[in-house]
């Protein structure tokens, strides 16, 4: 069977030569225009990115390849012995566009546990940080010292040519995966657990089987299970979002792998973008703690006003893009309700009702474009059912997700020489100036 690098050299030539055809063919075909709303709100709408692995259409939701999520939950392969998509397979579709065999993902789980450890001068940095710094910050400090052993940085030294970019900087993606739930959960045993022992990585299990382990988990089957589904599903949600994009712009100066990545991970650790995760806890329980054990429709109706007529935003709904509730969101509950345990909690069914109410609450406050939940609104409350309840832990999940999107952007836009990205900004008045001509 063909490893990953393998399927990629297959993949690679067609693309590059579809992308010759688009240039040579539609370099000055316009397909949508620029308005003063785009350029002051935040190049919202604007169609100005290349991202293969996945495109969001504001109904529908998103596609990997052109699959749903459904779609991938039915065909991307498990771990053995469980029923949920691995990461590791979604990181195939994302990066090839085909569905791995078992074998295929299987195998890119073993170079995964092979690669992960992290190397000492990592650890004892990460040893060295003060338990009160945030775990994002940490998590994107660490990330960013691994790049100490960039196998792109060591090429591009060397002056390997521009055509040959994308193999180096696979093998550093692959290694920023593999290395990213040790990472991840040294920082959650120094914060939370310090006096528990460090769990080696076991060569058998795949890479969340690893990270559950390592988190205190491993004997937790549904946790472990959840922890797939949340971390495939997370890993890419096409280009624009703050994130993946920061990736991409850093990656675009052909800065290494971990140092983009590091910087993704600083945009997602905002409360508009993945931190949410944290802040939907927070606010559900200082809700359940308000309302108590009698939950109805009208005492969280009562409470979101409350939010809202404070001037803060409801954590978990809205969004840049999406006009539908989140098939993301759609799928953390469906795994809900496949379990008794899960619908079984009072914290669970708080954010059910929560996403019973919201939506026409949101729409007769009349500012948000979206009243929806989005994936943020559901993520964090299994976690918290399951023991996990440090929500300041919950964006560095996200975290070891958004990696597979990014990684997989970053080693395309060598594949296809991209360019550094350099979009063109307006002062006010030259763009006042701009509208007189
Ligand atoms: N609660 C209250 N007001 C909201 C709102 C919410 N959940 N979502 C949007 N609004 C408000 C905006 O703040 C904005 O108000 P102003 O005109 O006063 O600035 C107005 O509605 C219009 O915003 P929008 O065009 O609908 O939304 P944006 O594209 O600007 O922002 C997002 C999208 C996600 C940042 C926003 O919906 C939000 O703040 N949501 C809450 C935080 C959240 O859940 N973020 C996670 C998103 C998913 C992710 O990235 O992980």
Same mark, same amino acid.
């Given at each position: 069977?063909?490893?990953?690098?393998?399927?990629?050299?297959?993949?690679?030539?067609?693309?590059?030569?579809?992308?010759?055809?688009?240039?040579?063919?539609?370099?000055?075909?316009?397909?949508?225009?620029?308005?003063?709303?785009?350029?002051?709100?935040?190049?919202?709408?604007?169609?100005?990115?290349?991202?293969?692995?996945?495109?969001?259409?504001?109904?529908?939701?998103?596609?990997?390849?052109?699959?749903?999520?459904?779609?991938?939950?039915?065909?991307?392969?498990?771990?053995?012995?469980?029923?949920?998509?691995?990461?590791?397979?979604?990181?195939?579709?994302?990066?090839?566009?085909?569905?791995?065999?078992?074998?295929?993902? @299987?195998?890119?789980?073993?170079?995964?546990?092979?690669?992960?450890?992290?190397?000492?001068?990592?650890?004892?940095?990460?040893?060295?940080?003060?338990?009160?710094?945030?775990?994002?910050?940490?998590?994107?400090?660490?990330? %960013?010292?691994?790049?100490?052993?960039?196998?792109?940085?060591?090429?591009?030294?060397?002056?390997?040519?521009?055509?040959?970019?994308?193999?180096?900087?696979?093998?550093?993606?692959?290694?920023?995966?593999?290395?990213?739930?040790?990472?991840? %959960?040294?920082?959650?045993?120094?914060?939370?657990?310090?006096? +528990?022992?460090?769990?080696?990585?076991?060569?058998?299990?795949?890479?969340?089987?690893?990270?559950?382990?390592?988190?205190?988990?491993?004997?937790?089957?549904?946790?472990?299970?959840?922890?797939?589904?949340?971390? %495939?599903?997370?890993?890419?949600?096409?280009?624009?979002?703050?994130?993946?994009?920061?990736?991409?712009?850093?990656?675009?100066?052909?800065?290494?792998?971990?140092?983009?990545?590091?910087?993704?991970?600083?945009?997602?650790?905002?409360?508009?973008?993945?931190?949410?995760? @944290?802040?939907?806890?927070?606010?559900?329980?200082?809700? @359940?703690?308000?309302?108590?054990?009698?939950?109805?429709?009208?005492?969280?109706?009562?409470?979101?006003?409350?939010?809202?007529?404070?001037?803060?935003?409801?954590?978990?709904?809205?969004?840049?893009?999406?006009?539908?509730?989140?098939? +993301?969101?759609? %799928?953390?509950?469906?795994?809900? $309700?496949?379990?008794?345990?899960?619908?079984?909690?009072?914290?669970?069914?708080?954010?059910?009702?929560?996403?019973?109410?919201?939506?026409?609450?949101? $729409?007769?406050?009349?500012?948000?474009?979206?009243?929806?939940?989005?994936?943020?609104?559901?993520?964090?409350?299994?976690?918290?059912?399951?023991?996990?309840?440090?929500?300041?832990?919950?964006?560095?999940?996200?975290?070891?997700?958004?990696?597979?999107?990014?990684?997989?952007?970053?080693?395309?836009?060598?594949?296809?020489?991209?360019?550094?990205?350099?979009?063109?900004?307006?002062?006010?008045?030259?763009?006042?100036?701009?509208?007189?001509?």
């Amino acid at each position: 069977t063909k490893t990953l690098e393998e399927t990629l050299r297959e993949v690679i030539p067609p693309k590059q030569e579809q992308l010759k055809k688009l240039k040579a063919e539609h370099a000055q075909t316009v397909v949508g225009d620029v308005k003063v709303e785009n350029i002051i709100g935040g190049m919202r709408g604007i169609k100005a990115m290349l991202w293969e692995a996945s495109v969001l259409d504001p109904i529908e939701g998103i596609r990997f390849h052109g699959m749903s999520i459904p779609e991938c939950r039915e065909v991307l392969p498990p771990a053995p012995g469980g029923k949920e998509m691995t990461p590791e397979s979604m990181l195939w579709l994302l990066m090839t566009g085909k569905v791995p065999t078992p074998q295929q993902s @299987q195998q890119l789980s073993a170079e995964l546990a092979e690669k992960g450890e992290l190397p000492s001068f990592v650890e004892k940095l990460v040893d060295s940080f003060p338990k009160t710094l945030h775990p994002m910050t940490q998590l994107s400090m660490g990330v %960013a010292a691994l790049n100490h052993d960039s196998a792109f940085q060591a090429a591009y030294e060397r002056g390997v040519k521009k055509t040959e970019y994308w193999a180096p900087t696979l093998e550093d993606c692959i290694n920023l995966v593999a290395k990213l739930p040790s990472l991840a %959960a040294r920082i959650y045993r120094n914060v939370y657990y310090p006096d +528990r022992p460090l769990v080696p990585i076991d060569r058998n299990l795949d890479l969340t089987g690893n990270y559950s382990n390592m988190l205190g988990f491993g004997n937790n089957e549904n946790m472990t299970e959840y922890l797939r589904l949340y971390i %495939a599903l997370h890993g890419d949600h096409e280009g624009g979002n703050a994130s993946a994009h920061t990736s991409h712009l850093v990656g675009s100066t052909l800065a290494d792998p971990y140092l983009a990545y590091s910087a993704a991970l600083n945009a997602l650790a905002g409360p508009l973008h993945g931190l949410a995760n @944290q802040e939907v806890l927070r606010w559900q329980i200082a809700m @359940q703690k308000e309302i108590g054990d009698t939950i109805t429709h009208d005492n969280i109706k009562e409470y979101l006003w409350r939010t809202l007529k404070s001037g803060r935003v409801v954590p978990g709904y809205g969004h840049g893009v999406l006009r539908n509730p989140d098939p +993301r969101f759609v %799928a953390l509950q469906d795994f809900c $309700k496949t379990r008794p345990d899960l619908q079984a909690s009072p914290t669970i069914q708080l954010v059910q009702q929560t996403a019973e109410v919201a939506p026409e609450v949101l $729409k007769e406050h009349g500012k948000t474009k979206n009243p929806y939940p989005n994936v943020d609104a559901a993520s964090g409350c299994v976690l918290y059912h399951y023991g996990l309840t440090e929500f300041k832990y919950y964006t560095v999940i996200f975290g070891v997700s958004r990696a597979l999107g990014a990684v997989t952007q970053l080693v395309w836009a060598r594949a296809l020489g991209l360019p550094i990205e350099r979009p063109k900004s307006y002062s006010m008045d030259a763009l006042e100036k701009l509208i007189k001509n």
